[in-house]
């Protein structure tokens, strides 16, 4: 992908030991295959909207979709940042950051899923630490929100260690079942409190107005 044609495929984020980047067709096949290989337990369902739900072919194709869809559909004021993770060079999940006119409100959401082989190790809270520090540090958020079921012990575990307060439930309907989800939110003072894992962010000057000219204007150097 020519990084020169849309800024973001120039994007890195950096732990000690993982990589986020907009994937090109060659990582983003490797992710799609993740995805094929299982993200949960059968029977149960973490996502609002099961996606999920259907044959390894199915999960490949609807990766594949989402993360060129995010490309297609990008405005300034309204857009969806979907990263491949890399632990040490290979694809073992997603990472999404997303916005609303975020130039006016300043807050964003994250969403994510890993491998059913790459989870338990960590991962999942070093890839929401890493998009975290590109929202506040680059981005200048004044906020993150996340959305978990109640009973999905490592997302919420996940933002639990990171900071993040409750802010109330609502409920989701998930294939005619309705399911209790919490809402949390993740104040700059509480980021900066919480922050541990070091994170670097490269190739962001070239993206700087695709996330919208108050965002752009307001946000410090990376």
């Known amino acids: ?71 297609a559909q990008w405005q300034p004021d309204a857009w969806t940042l979907s990263l491949a993770v890399l632990c040490d060079g290979a694809v073992v999940g997603r990472q999404d950051i997303m916005a609303r006119a975020f130039g006016v ?25 890493a998009v975290l520090h590109l929202a506040f ?7 993150m929100t996340s959305v978990a079921m109640t ?23 998930v294939d005619g079942v309705p399911r209790t989800q919490r809402r949390l939110r993740l104040e700059r003072a509480d980021w900066q409190t919480n922050r541990t894992i070091p994170v670097e962010v490269t190739g962001f000057e070239p993206c700087r107005d695709l996330f919208g000219p108050t965002a752009a204007r307001n946000a410090p150097a990376p």
């Open 1 to 71: 992908m020519e990084a020169h044609i849309w800024p973001l495929y120039g994007l890195r984020v950096t732990t000690p030991r993982l990589q986020l980047r907009l994937p090109t067709l060659e990582l983003l096949e490797e992710l799609s295959t993740v995805a094929a290989g299982g993200l949960h337990d059968e029977d149960y369902m973490p996502f609002s909207a099961p996606w999920s739900a259907t044959s390894p072919a199915g999960r490949a194709r609807t990766t594949f979709q989402h993360v060129l869809g995010t490309v």
């Open 105 to 129: 409100t300043g807050e964003a959401e994250t969403g994510s899923w890993l491998g059913l082989p790459y989870q338990g190790r960590g991962i999942g809270t070093e890839m929401r630490a």
């Open 137 to 143: 540090a680059v981005l200048g958020a004044t906020c």
């Open 151 to 173: 009973d999905n012990a490592g997302s919420l575990g996940v933002s639990r260690k990171l900071g993040y307060r409750p802010d109330g439930l609502c409920v989701a309907a």
